[in-house]
């Protein structure tokens, strides 16, 4: 990533919105005045865009830090937000979903049906036992009834947690087990690269085979068919989702819960083996991610085709295809498969079937068009583009420029936004029709959102120098603590800036000379690949975990498309060398991991080696390993207990 960030420091250009843009954009530049003059009201004027059925008189409590509580006396329905209310307005006959199956397969949904299907399945939901504050396990892939399953567990005020369809059976067990899931959504299958791939046999597997004390507490199992395999059946757990819905009433009231109700939990890979669940609850959340949804992309629900490539197993589809869109009841496509099914052209042809105008996606997707080359996107028409939006890592200036000027005709600005699926919703952007967008930098905080770049000590760096991100703030999305976990919430988040109150988020950033931020990557043992976290420890233990390994030791390592790759070094047990040949084994320890988390986490090389760079208390030094991951000259060793080992690993390497 090095070369990355030294580039970026030399990026100059500035492009300002064209004032035909500025002049029709949502967000004015009052905006910032407006939000730093009283933030508190700010954020009130914001939540009073959704409905209340109890309107709220407190806007934050943050008596009890960092436990925040916002609009606390407020009630509302997030389901009703989304959907009831645009239909009660009129706008019951616009589409919510244009989705597209990957072979092919069309579904239009108007904010009506979508209303309707929701009002059945929380019937359906109720009826399998399913009340306030239960947990709801959903794992499927992207297709309609993705949606309609997270808006019904969130109209009967239960809890959901959408586990990302590409996570193995273990993965899927211990947050089902974590959250105690009292239900699991989940498909027969997705389509994916051409082919079914199934889900419903891994949830099965997820649930099968109890050691003693280890307690199952789902129910029943709602499956939605979407492929033709062929799965197993257990006649007291699993209901067929579509038989069920089409039985159930359509008609249900959205009750009202208190503006804390928990929402959701989503799974997040921390610096140790085990995912954090994070919590978020209801009216903060909703207020955040709409509000940040409208002024971002500039959202015109009337005219806009929107569409936001993240799948909902991840908070981008949390809050950008779910909650965001839906609550500004704007029109947006879904997609099931991968981008280069049937052809490499997939993505484009879907643009400008539907006029999309607004796209939103993840510099990994950038960087792997650009290696296809331009000739793809520029068969198509993508005159409807009219803004871009990146998110996941740190867009480098070549990307960015690629974007705009392949996709974006070099017209449409560029959006980099830079969030966590702690913040819950973007916190640092450009705002379209305002600022001068700047490639590779997130630019500023959103308005009512406070960020600093500080010294360990919480202290500011100003301007030039690196340091760590704090929001420095409390915020309305902000997460409300890890389920079951408050202790490592506080250390997690809260105890390094201590003395100053910020949270902490893990990530290194600088100011420019213009208050501009450019994020730097995480400064912990997380990685970001694809622009997903991936846990150093939690892929180690996982290796670990092989009968072959004795040790293992995990790097990211900087990579042309993926940002970040896994890169593994390994020790293998003498006693299992005796037995086998070690021929084949890195593949087949790559193949484990995979199997263990799920293909993200499979590593892209895994260097079989005899020794570990450790420090005299045994700390592993993965600096160096770095270095040898990235093929560069290997860093200062001095600190390390035997200072031989590293050219033994680099002559193993090679
Ligand atoms: C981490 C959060 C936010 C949804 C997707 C990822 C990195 C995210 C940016 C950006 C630079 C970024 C950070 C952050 N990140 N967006 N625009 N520029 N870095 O959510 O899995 O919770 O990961 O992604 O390192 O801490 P996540």
């Known amino acids: 990533m090095s070369s990355q960030i030294d580039h970026v420091f030399d990026e100059t250009r500035v492009f300002p919105p064209s004032p035909e843009f500025a002049a029709a954009a949502v967000a004015q530049p009052e905006i910032y005045s407006e939000a730093a003059t009283d933030r508190e009201a700010f954020w009130a004027e914001q939540a009073r865009e959704l409905h209340w059925h109890t309107p709220f008189t407190q806007v934050l409590d943050w008596t009890t830090p960092p436990f925040a509580k916002w609009f606390a006396d407020g009630e509302l329905n997030v389901a009703y937000n989304c959907l009831d209310r645009h239909v009660e307005a009129g706008d019951g006959d616009r589409v919510a979903l244009l989705w597209e199956g990957e072979p092919g397969d069309e579904r239009r949904i108007t904010y009506a049906e979508l209303t309707d299907e929701v009002k059945r399945l929380a019937n359906v939901l109720e009826g399998l036992g399913v009340g306030h504050g239960d947990r709801v396990a959903i794992y499927l892939p992207m297709i309609p009834e993705a949606v309609a399953s997270m808006l019904a567990v969130a109209r009967i005020g239960a809890i959901h947690s959408v586990v990302f369809g590409g996570f193995s059976a273990d993965s899927l067990r211990s947050r089902i087990d974590d959250a105690g899931a009292k239900v699991v959504i989940t498909a027969d299958g997705g389509y994916r690269k051409g082919k079914a791939s199934p889900l419903k046999p891994t949830v099965d597997q997820a649930l099968a085979d109890r050691g003693e004390g280890e307690q199952n507490t789902v129910e029943h199992v709602l499956v939605v068919k979407r492929c033709e395999n062929e799965i197993d059946w257990d006649d007291e757990r699993d209901v067929w989702y579509h038989d069920a819905v089409s039985a159930a009433s359509d008609a249900h009231d959205a009750q009202a819960f208190p503006a804390e109700n928990p929402l959701f939990i989503l799974y997040t890979s921390g610096t140790t083996g085990k995912p954090k669940g994070i919590l978020h609850t209801s009216g903060g959340y909703l207020t955040q991610a709409s509000y940040t949804h409208r002024v971002v992309f500039d959202l015109k629900p009337e005219t806009d085709v929107y569409w936001c490539t993240a799948d909902i197993g991840w908070v981008t589809g949390h809050s950008y295809v779910a909650y965001g869109p839906l609550a500004n009841g704007a029109t947006q496509v879904m997609y099931e498969g991968t981008p280069e099914t049937p052809q490499q052209g997939r993505w484009w042809d879907i643009i400008q079937k539907y006029g999309v105008t607004t796209l939103y996606t993840a510099p990994t997707a950038i960087r792997s068009f650009m290696k296809l080359g331009r000739e793809i996107p520029q068969r198509y028409d993508l005159s409807s583009l009219r803004l871009l939006g990146s998110v996941g890592e740190p867009i480098n200036p070549e990307a960015w420029i690629w974007y705009r000027d392949v996709i974006g005709g070099g017209s449409a600005p560029i959006v980099d936004t830079w969030w966590q699926t702690e913040t819950g919703a973007i916190m640092a952007s450009p705002l379209p029709g305002i600022t001068a967008t700047k490639p590779g930098s997130a630019q500023v905080a959103l308005p009512g959102i406070s960020i600093d770049v500080v010294d360990d000590d919480g202290n500011s760096v100003g301007v030039g120098g690196g340091g760590l991100l704090a929001i420095t703030q409390p915020w309305p999305s902000m997460l409300r603590g890890i389920w079951g976990d408050p202790e490592r919430f506080v250390e997690t988040y809260w105890e390094k800036f201590a003395t100053h109150g910020y949270y902490f988020a893990g990530d290194g950033a600088r100011f420019d000379e213009d208050g501009d931020l450019w994020l730097l990557g995480r400064v912990d043992d997380v990685m970001n690949v694809s622009g997903h976290r991936l846990s150093t420890a939690e892929i180690e233990s996982a290796l670990v975990a092989h009968e072959a390994t004795a040790e293992a030791a995990v790097v990211g390592a900087s990579d042309e498309t993926t940002g970040q790759a896994v890169v593994a070094f390994v020790i293998i047990k003498e006693s299992y060398l005796k037995a086998h040949s070690p021929?084949?084994?890195?593949?087949?320890?790559?193949?484990?991991?995979?199997?263990?988390?799920?293909?993200?986490?499979?590593?892209?090389?895994?260097?079989?080696?005899?020794?570990?760079?450790?420090?005299?208390?045994?700390?592993?030094?993965?600096?160096?390993?770095?270095?040898v991951a990235e093929g560069r000259e290997v860093g200062d060793t001095t600190t390390l207990a035997d200072t031989a080992v590293m050219s033994v690993i680099s002559a193993q390497v090679k």
Do not use: H
């Open 583 to 627: 021929e084949g084994l890195a593949l087949q320890l790559r193949g484990w991991v995979g199997e263990q988390i799920g293909p993200i986490a499979r590593p892209r090389d895994v260097y079989i080696v005899g020794e570990l760079p450790k420090t005299r208390s045994g700390k592993i030094m993965r600096r160096l390993l770095r270095d």
